[in-house]
């Protein structure tokens, strides 16, 4: 069941790649139906997957290459299951509001599909080196979808992209490589009591490595730069899944291979990575504030919004632990809405500038439906009560409050001004007289809609009923935790420890 989460799209991939009497159409219909497969047999995992068991579920286990410690290792949990499902939604709505291309179309499916089995192939590796492998697979498709189908400027977008991502992959590896041969293991797979056969002074290094590797991929100040470009460059279905999932990998990491490896240096440096969160909340969502560019303003605050991510993995109580996961999976759904909104509204009007645009809600020549989705959208990653956005900020910043107080109370800092930027957004681009020069605009089908509003009644759906989701999670997260007790006890360590 696992391995056909990833298989499935490579050979639809290959199908699409490989015959050549596979037109665009069909080419764009072997994709979507291969999403539309993947998404189902996620759900029928969720379904069948037990509540109660904190442990790896449906796990696959072959020999690969025995005598350097790697195996085919694949399980699921209730870190992995919620992001495992979020990839499949969001490359199915990818794929189906991608426009007819000019050039290249099966390629662009072919990227699309690869991509998604490397996503998929990372959440579910239980071996270090086979989650690298996945990790790096991904770098690719991602890479060519920037480079070939993006904006004016995608070669430099893409690029650096390419060089950030392969660092990111480069400390991950070493740090991986020297846990192993440092520790004794006999092999890479996943062992969380790993490092315990190592010196504390030992541990910090290799988990500072994990942390840099990951902190790239989420991403956290000062290692961003990167993102925005690419956002403004990418077409609008690869922003939709490289804010929805792509970032995640690197939250994903965090708790995985940082929290989940290295518990006892976690907590050593649990007050600087809350402090970190900090530094990455308030620069995102002040540099958002200043943005005249939708799809830049929405990039920027990706950056805020991931860095409750990591205040909460920071504090690691069972509380902060649950809302990083939920926060992981409503920033996901709102960041594609997001962009799938301001993807519309470009396609419409032909710029994305808040100078520019004005008047979209006009009801006869405007945009109305795509402003009220908006306004949800908004309204959500703001964190208004009903949304799942609420409920993921108030699970971080409650579990997280005991433990960093201080650092807590500057984040809510952060929900404050998220308003600010997004409200300016709603009332410079939507309210106030239409432009002659828009007062034609071409109208919204409701095939445009309908992912848009499939997004939207989710984001609704988790914040009036967010046990849902959290049901997936609590035994999972339960197991992970680190009490405030442990923490303030191990966060005075001995000289002997050292």
């Not at 790649?17 to 291969?34: C, D, L, M, N």
């Not at 998404?39 to 690969?64: C, H, K, V």
């Not at 590896?173 to 504390?200: C, E, I, K, Q």
């Not at 935790?481 to 442990?486: A, D, G, Q, R, V």
Request: one cysteine or more; aromatic letters at 12%; a neutral charge.
């Amino acid at each position: 069941m696992l391995s056909s989460l990833i298989w499935i799209p490579v050979l639809s991939a290959a199908v699409i790649a490989f015959f050549p009497k596979v037109t665009s159409q069909i080419a764009r219909w072997i994709a979507f139906g291969s999403s539309l497969v993947m998404l189902a047999l996620s759900l029928f995992l969720g379904s069948q997957f037990q509540l109660l068991n904190p442990t790896w579920q449906f796990q696959e286990y072959i020999p690969w290459l025995e005598t350097l410690g790697i195996h085919y290792h694949l399980g699921i949990d209730g870190l992995s299951l919620p992001l495992l499902i979020l990839n499949g939604l969001l490359t199915s709505i990818a794929i189906y509001t991608t426009h007819p291309l000019t050039h290249r179309t099966r390629f662009f499916y072919t990227l699309i599909l690869l991509l998604n089995a490397g996503v998929s192939g990372a959440f579910l590796s239980q071996n270090l080196l086979l989650f690298f492998l996945f990790y790096e697979i991904e770098l690719i498709p991602l890479y060519l979808l920037i480079a070939i189908w993006g904006g004016d400027r995608r070669e430099y977008a893409a690029t650096k992209f390419l060089i950030y991502t392969a660092i990111s992959g480069i400390l991950i590896l070493v740090a991986f490589l020297a846990l192993v041969g440092m520790s004794g293991a006999t092999s890479f797979d996943y062992n969380p009591s790993v490092s315990s056969a190592l010196p504390l002074a030992t541990q910090i290094p290799l988990l500072v490595t994990i942390l840099l590797g990951f902190a790239i991929k989420t991403p956290l100040v000062p290692f961003h730069t990167w993102l925005p470009d690419a956002h403004v460059e990418a077409s609008t279905p690869v922003s939709i899944l490289l804010a929805g999932i792509l970032l995640k990998l690197g939250a994903y990491g965090f708790l995985r291979f940082g929290l989940g490896l290295f518990p006892e240096a976690w907590s050593v440096l649990s007050p600087w990575l809350a402090t970190w969160a900090v530094a990455s909340v308030l620069y995102g969502v002040i540099v958002a504030i200043a943005q005249t560019d939708m799809k830049k303003m929405i990039a920027y605050s990706s950056i805020g919004h991931m860095g409750y991510v990591l205040l909460a993995a920071a504090a690691a109580t069972p509380i902060s632990l649950m809302g990083a996961i939920v926060q992981m999976i409503s920033h996901g759904l709102i960041s594609s809405l997001l962009f799938l909104l301001v993807g519309i509204v470009y396609d419409k009007t032909c710029t994305r500038n808040l100078n520019i645009l004005k008047g979209l809600f006009n009801p006869e020549q405007g945009l109305p439906v795509i402003g009220t989705l908006m306004v949800i959208a908004v309204m959500a990653s703001a964190g208004i009560p009903g949304m799942a956005g609420f409920v993921a900020e108030f699970l971080c910043f409650r579990g997280s409050f005991s433990v960093f107080p201080i650092q807590t109370l500057l984040c809510t800092m952060g929900t404050g001004l998220t308003a600010v930027y997004f409200t300016t957004l709603v009332n410079r681009a939507f309210f106030g007289r239409l432009p002659e020069a828009m007062a034609e605009l071409p109208p919204v089908k409701w095939s445009e809609r309908i992912p848009a509003a499939i997004l939207a009644a989710i984001i609704i759906l988790f914040g009036i009923q967010p046990g849902w989701l959290m049901s997936k999670s609590e035994a999972t997260t339960s197991a992970m935790k680190l009490t405030s007790s442990e923490l303030l006890v191990i966060n005075q360590p001995s000289v002997d420890r050292f």
